[in-house]
């Protein structure tokens, strides 16, 4: 804090006060804090949920930034009463905050106690073997960022599909009853209430599965923030129920269509012009990329129209498709922008054995030759080209059955955009895309016991009635609400991977 003097003096003889400024600097008082996942000394997940906790004595907080385990520090970011940050994997983290003020003021460093990631597969272990478990499945009500409402789950399910421009939905039933802080309001205590809070224009939806362990121990996985779309209340001779239908925050930019022409200058970094569009839709997005993580820049200027057919998120995500990423918000709400896995490297997450530890319950492939491609051509042509560019990218994977070099032949898809303006780009591009198109001639539909881990994109290995191990990429899973329903998923195969008890010997010796 500074407080500004106007200081004066007059030399002798002088006829006229001389001016002169000066700053004197005050001190602030700080009282600071950070919590993460309300101070629970372990997560199942390496997203957290992080509330910064401070307070100036010069004024109120405007700004606070992050740092996990002593590392680079976050850029700043306007204050909000929590925020989701990913941890870099397992193990034990730490993680420190420091404020800014309105004055610009900087707190000293706050510093989180310590949470240790753990591996959520020990937990579908211990679910597999003790399956009298207590399901649990929360929904937590937020407007404008505040809580203000909590739900019981009674059936649902969650579907989350990378083929999707909206990649996550949810249907869900609701018990009667609105809670707060794990209280059942004794005046909201019906069906109605809670239709009642979920018609509210902007109302979001966290949902949350999970289980209780014999010693007390919650295992929660999120499972997508929503938008409510629409609810439904009946009234019938057996009661009432009500249901609701949600999107993922995708819709947020999706339905904000442009009122007027939004441009991008050409030479723009690829994570700001994604960054921008997606902030001037949408004013309190999340953002987890940044130029570190997506370095590629715009090589033409990007000109989207506006008018009632017009789609802020299919631009978006178009941006990101041009150059071989994809574009999406994670469970958390957090705008993602990746590579998608190499189906032919790609190393598996999860393997599903036979056996008495087993999780699969049923199993059906399906060959739909239709979908099968081999082979993808991306072409840039625009008014920023003289001569068109084009980029190509085969499987040529030895043994593949849908391998160029087979009995298949070419089976190409092709793509074609005018913010692809490089041969190098255009074949980054076609490789990203064919990436996820690889695999198609054989589809895994399968049933098994809950796991709210699993994501699309996710390379996973499942062992066949030979023992043989397949890897396959989640396109599609659907995770339900209710405890007696199993999850189902739907893979493309990408590889057999080796005879398992050949691969037990090799990892034994």
């Known amino acids: 804090m500074s407080l500004l003097l106007l200081l004066k003096s007059k030399a002798a003889g002088a006829s006229a006060w001389g001016d002169a400024w000066d700053n004197i600097t005050l001190q602030v008082s700080w009282t600071v804090g950070l919590a993460i996942n309300g101070g ?3 997560s199942y997940s390496a997203t957290v949920t992080v509330a910064p906790q401070a307070t100036s004595s010069a004024g109120a907080v405007t700004h606070y930034r992050l740092r996990e385990d002593a590392g680079a520090w976050s850029p700043w970011m306007a204050w909000a009463p929590s925020t ?12 420190e905050a420091q404020y800014r003020d309105e004055d610009g003021n900087t707190s000293p460093v706050a510093t989180a106690a310590a949470i240790t990631v753990l591996d959520v597969e020990e937990a579908i272990e211990v679910i597999a073997a003790e399956p009298v478990q207590k399901i649990v499945a929360g929904i937590l009500g937020y407007l404008d960022g505040e809580l203000v409402a909590e739900f019981r789950a009674v059936g649902g399910s969650i579907t989350a599909d990378a083929r999707n421009a909206v990649m996550r939905t949810c249907s869900i039933e ?5 809670w707060s802080d794990g209280v059942l309001l004794p005046d909201k205590t019906t069906h109605l209430d809670v239709y009642e809070v979920l018609r509210t224009p902007g109302l979001e ?6 289980w209780r362990m014999p010693w007390g121990d919650e295992v929660i996985v999120s499972l ?4 409510v779309e629409e609810v439904t209340y009946t009234e019938a001779e057996d009661g009432t129920k009500v249901s609701c239908d949600g999107s993922d925050l995708a819709v947020r930019v999706q339905r904000n269509r442009w009122t007027e022409p939004y441009q991008i200058a050409a030479g723009t970094s690829l994570a700001v012009a994604i ?3 997606l902030r001037d839709r949408w004013d309190d997005v999340r953002i987890g990329f940044d130029d570190n993580t997506v370095p590629d820049t715009l090589g033409a200027a990007a000109i989207f129209e506006a008018g009632a057919d017009s789609d802020p998120w299919a631009d978006a995500q178009g941006l990101a498709q041009a150059h071989g990423c994809v574009l999406y918000p994670d469970t958390e709400g957090i705008f993602r922008l990746r590579v998608p896995p190499d189906p032919a490297s790609a190393a598996p997450l999860w393997s599903f054995r036979r056996g008495e530890g087993a999780v699969i319950v049923e199993q059906a492939r399906v060959s739909p030759m239709e979908r099968v491609y081999n082979g993808v051509i991306a072409t840039g042509e625009g008014s920023a080209l003289t001569t068109p560019v084009r980029g190509e990218a085969w499987d040529e994977q030895s043994g593949s059955p849908t391998s160029i070099h087979g009995a298949y032949g070419y089976v190409p898809y092709f793509y074609s955009s005018s913010l692809i303006t490089t041969e190098d780009q255009a074949e980054s591009t076609a490789t990203a895309i064919l990436a996820t198109l690889l695999g198609r001639l054989e589809q895994l539909s399968w049933t ?3 796991n709210p881990s699993l994501e699309p994109l996710d390379p996973v290995e499942i062992e066949d009635e030979d023992g043989v191990l397949h890897t396959y990429i989640i396109d599609e899973l659907t995770i339900p609400l209710s405890p007696t329903q199993a999850m189902t998923g739907i893979a493309r195969e990408t590889r057999v991977a080796y005879d398992v008890d050949t ?4 990892e034994g010796s």
């Open 40 to 42: 629970a000394e372990t």
């Open 84 to 95: 989701s940050l990913e941890l870099d994997g397992l193990g034990e983290h730490t993680v």
């Open 174 to 178: 609701f018990a009667p009853g609105v």
């Open 205 to 210: 939806l966290a949902v949350r599965r999970g």
């Open 224 to 227: 997508g923030r929503f938008i």
């Open 275 to 277: 960054d921008a569009l």
């Open 448 to 450: 098994q016991i809950p």
């Open 503 to 506: 691969r037990d010997q090799e």
